[in-house]
């Protein structure tokens, strides 16, 4: 948890304050509220949380409600553009999400994970960037034929190592 946090609050900070971008944080393993206190505190703390959300500059969901629903792919890409253009509306650059998988496999639907990281493109042609995040434990429980499948179809990926 502490290396995600670091990963995703100085992602986050940067992105909203340096590279002007709307970002959505979907987490798993922690609750909205432990997010918005992590990026409140510290060396990377965001100067005005509840400004950055009211504005829909930062959007923290729980990743368990946002992917469970069954939503068509092509609604998946509409609220993904959608979001885009809400970035240019208020004067942002673009959009990125943080999206971790775990609910995935709370609901025991690697199959459909896998389906549904395949239906992703693999470079958006939007001012769009996406990252997928797992926990090395649930990543391992993918087979190496899917796992490699998945890595071979984004166009990167990186593995973040603990230093605890």
């Known amino acids: 948890m502490i290396t995600l946090r670091e990963f995703y ?3 986050i900070q940067k992105s909203i304050e340096e590279k002007n971008d709307v970002v959505q944080i979907a987490s798993f393993y922690e609750i909205e509220e432990s997010v918005r206190y992590t990026l409140s505190e510290g060396h990377r703390a965001l100067k005005d ?4 959300e009211s504005e829909k500059s930062l959007i923290i969901v729980d990743s368990l409600k946002n992917y469970t629903k069954s939503e068509q ?5 509409s609220f993904k553009e959608r979001m885009v253009s809400h970035a240019k509306k208020i004067g942002k650059k673009g959009f990125s999400i943080l999206g971790d998988m775990g609910a995935f496999y709370f609901n025991g639907r690697i199959q459909d994970l896998v389906e549904y990281e395949l239906s992703l493109p693999r470079k958006y042609d939007i001012d769009l960037k996406g990252f997928c995040l797992y926990h090395k434990d649930d990543f391992n429980r ?6 490699q499948k998945l890595a071979k179809h984004h166009e990167r990926t990186m593995e973040i190592k603990s230093h605890f």
């Open 49 to 52: 949380i509840e400004k950055l």
């Open 142 to 147: 993918l087979t190496r034929e899917q796992q």
């Open 9 to 11: 609050s100085y992602y």
């Open 73 to 77: 792919k092509e609604s998946d890409r």
